[in-house]
């Protein structure tokens, strides 16, 4: 990362400043105004999530709210059985993330600290593989989880099953981790790993005990990043499940679209109570979770 | 960094490295061949599997079940599936209002943040607010505001027998989507320039302006040109993006077809008619198209490597 160093204000012709002034108090106010707008959704969502729908129905969209609470969300968690698919989720996410985490870092260890000829031809292998488009994979991935199922006579060996859905989360987002871990272990000094060598520190060592160590910052910003990423996700635990009660969350909400579409504002509940781990993320992981984002798109 | 010491511990690392014990060996194994095994096994040979079978006919699941079919997918899809020129029509709006709207305004909200006008810290938090929700809870939120009972027909005082329809008319639908797409990927966006932007020289916009550089010649002929390796990423990342979509529309269509793009045909030509194999002709072309952006991605960030 570069520290930028701030220069210090040079002495400017009064006139422009002012005229600059002006100017930059008007962006501000229209960035400010298309801020609100931007926003609006959300607020809106949550607003109609605390009024019951039948008083829309009756009054419209802007009639005053007679009755105000929660109760759309304790029937929300009751009825959509929000529960089961948060549950569903955790037990998706947090082995998929804390694998991805362990076997990219492994790559970029051995890629960025041992110099084989290959190096970069892996580099580029995971760094590619995980900018396929999704689309292009699960054809065969989906056959190919039926066909290992029924040699080993379980057909929900990995269709269906919460392993398989963490596996293809596991073998895509490694690209992404392996490439992100390279980019900053290059930046570790190699005289760290050449003193563990020297010291006769086994390859094992080498990495748990001297390298994990340093790696703690890229690890938590992509820690981050990928548990939103994977919580969000909406495209593998759909074409890869068939049973309701084992999707994760985003994915559950559009069956419960169709299901609950009588009454908006319980969805709307649904949806805020399934947008609540995220927005308990960005408000307090935010730092780690812009990190991990432009760690992937600059190098350096 | 002095040479002298540089030089002689890399030599003598260099000497180690010839020498790993048999139990190094066995770990550099299993620290390489775990994850090359998984990503190649699902990553890899599924992408090429897909290629291959995108000219075969295959029902079920058994090997033996494989026909080969030449380029018939390719022909049906072409010459007998007019739902595919809609498709693509849409996903190439979809990369055009991409390309010259919704990123250029997250550049230009970027760079304005990044000048910390007043307010610039709420500002970025409300913009980049949408991207850390999913697609799925965007197209609920958003149903909300535009369903013929919803906000936006209130506010327009039709009643629910006039109400418009945003998502089933023709005229609407596909602009409807690129804003809903466009509220996610401004704030994506902002932060990707942004944290470019705090890269570049602060100095650099200084001389600008004292040398009498109006604002926008700053950006055009000092920042843009320093962003190059942002830019090309921005860049890929906006065509990716939307090539790959899907979430926001089969939360919102199914698989109805009420707005055909590529990403939800391939998905319903392996869930529906599974007798062919159309929905891997479609990913191929889905991949084809791709295949530009990828590389110039790659490129981009693996300059310093091959060099």
Redesign the interface.
Known sequence: M?T????PK?P?RKKRLYA?DI???F??IF??IF??V??F??V??LW?SLRPYSE??AG???SPPQELGVFNYASAIDRMELPTYFTNTVLITLPAVFLILL??S??A??VTR??FKFN?A????????N??????????????Y??LG?LVGDRRFLYDNHWGVI??H???Q??FA??VLSSYMKTIP??I??SA??DGA???TH?FRVMLPLLRPPLASLGVLMI?WI?????WA??LMSTDNKRPI??A??RL??EFVTD?NL??A??MI??LP??I??FVL?KQ??GG??LG???G | MSVETAAPSGKQVARRRRFFSRQDKITLGFFIGIPTFLHVALVWFPAIATIGLSFTYWTGIRLEDITWAGLANYENIFFNTPIFWDALRNNTIWILWFFFIATPLGVLLAYQIDREIRGHKLYQSAYFLPVVLSLAVTGIIWNFLLRPDGFVNGLLGLPISEAISFFGDERYNIWVIMIMASWRHIGYIMLLYLAGLKAVDGALREAATIDGATEWQTFRKVVFPAMKPVNIIVIVITIIESLRAFDMVYIIYGSSGGMPILGVLVFNNIAGEGASMKGAAYAVILFLLSIVPIITYLQQQFKDDVR
């Open positions: 570069t930028t160093v701030k220069v040079l400017k600059q100017k930059d108090r962006i501000s960035i400010g801020a609100v931007w926003v959704p959300i809106w969502t109609s829309i129905r419209g969209v802007f076997l990219g492994l790559i260890f051995v041992y110099s970069v892996m580099l580029l292998l995971f760094t590619a593989g900018l396929l488009p999704p689309q292009l994979v699960f054809i065969p991935v989906f056959k190919l039926l066909l029924d596996l293809i596991v073998a895509f490694m690209g392996t490439f190699k005289e790993s050449e060598m020297v086994s390859v094992f990495y939103t919580y969000n996700d909406f495209f759909l074409v985003t994915s909400l559009g679209t169709g908006y969805l709307a649904g949806a399934a947008a995220t927005l993320v960005f935010r979770f812009v984002l432009t798109s600059t190098k």
